[in-house]
């Protein structure tokens, strides 16, 4: 059994870009030959949504299955992208914490579930990466994500606020680091909404690139209305228009991670 590589996208913020990252991530990554699962914890379910899967298809959810009520393989759901299934969010994630908070495993219910992924078969074929879709604070869910993972992908927006904010999440990461998951690393953070012809834009993109280095992706996600149009469609923009510029920055998104994910499982 080879077990998937797991990336959650992950970054307190609201409205940068974690969902769209994660849904045309997923959709091209698959597109170069990889078979991935996406795990949707934000209660507000848009990566769900973002693939068409309506509230009815939803029969388990993220939470059935960090609750222990449903085993990942009848979690998952397939989507109108080839290679890409997803584990959806239902609403009921607003009281997972509630739910698991008195037992000793609680932020392990994610990796468990996730522990026998290696396993899951579709098409006649395993999943070979495991992408989570987090929502916009460091609660329980996130802490689930984050002990869940090989890696963490930070989607951050070229704005002025930019940077505010990344400390805390760098400190969180650390924490779990060094009590639940010691392997965890942040395998890149990936500039969003970047506007070539704004001046802040620019001015944020080279801040944040001398603040942090190779860190941050050689790829820069235009701010493209495709992007933002496609998931009325429940589309990825992949399938949606392949050609416009925000479907190609996360073709060559894809190609870099599998390049970092490489490298680092090979040394
Ligand atoms: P998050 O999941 O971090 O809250 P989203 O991916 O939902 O962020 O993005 C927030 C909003 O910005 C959404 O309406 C989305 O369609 C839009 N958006 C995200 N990335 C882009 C982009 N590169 N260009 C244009 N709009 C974008
Ligand atoms: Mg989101």
Redesign the pocket.
Known sequence: MVQPRILTLA?QK???????TAINLATALAAIGERVLIVDIDPQG?ASTGFGIDRQARQYSAYDLMTGEVELQDAIVSTNVPNVVVVPSTMDLLGLEMAISDHGDRAFRLRNALSRAGDIIFDGKPITYILIDCP?SLNLLTINSLAAADAVLV?MQCEFFALEGLSQLLQTIEQIKSSLNPNLYIQGVVM??YDKRNNLSNQVLSDVRSHLGDLVYETV?????R??EA?SYGKPALLYDLKCA?SQAYLHLATEVIKRERRLTAA
């Open positions: 970054n609201g409205g940068v870009g974690k969902t769209t848009n916009p989607p969003t909404m996600i235009p701010r493209n209305v992007l933002s998931p925000g």
